[in-house]
């Protein structure tokens, strides 16, 4: 059983910066690909950043292009999410994800003040 943990989410205000972490036990971390999603007040989950088993591609959706970076230490099993010029719509639950069997953490809150 993997077990996904992130941490790092606060209150920060508008046009600040923030990292967030997710440690993954186990000893397979290095060989999947894992993403953040996030989940917004009475919105669906929606995705936001990928990463490869390397870290050597990543994939962005649309909204945080040029704001956040997805990066991973294989070592350290862990995945990580720079968030820059946050905006109060980037205020959202932040789930650290793993396709293979479809792991989930369980969220980190990050909230943006105007």
């Known amino acids: 059983q993997v077990q996904l943990v992130e941490s790092g989410g606060k209150l920060v205000q508008a046009g600040g910066s923030l990292r967030i972490s997710c440690v993954a036990s186990g000893r397979t971390f290095s060989n999947y690909v894992m993403g953040w999603f996030r989940q917004a007040p009475g919105k669906e989950r929606e995705f936001v950043a990928t990463?490869?088993?390397?870290?050597?591609?990543?994939n962005y959706a649309d909204f945080v292009k040029g704001r956040f970076t997805i990066s991973r230490d294989n070592v350290k099993n862990t995945l990580y999410l720079q968030m820059n010029s946050l905006k109060p719509e980037d205020t959202a639950v932040y789930y650290c994800?793993?396709?293979?069997?479809?792991?989930w953490g369980q969220g980190t809150q990050v909230t943006v003040s105007s």
């Open positions: 990463i490869t088993s390397t870290g050597g591609s990543t």
């Open positions: 994800h793993r396709r293979i069997l479809n792991y």
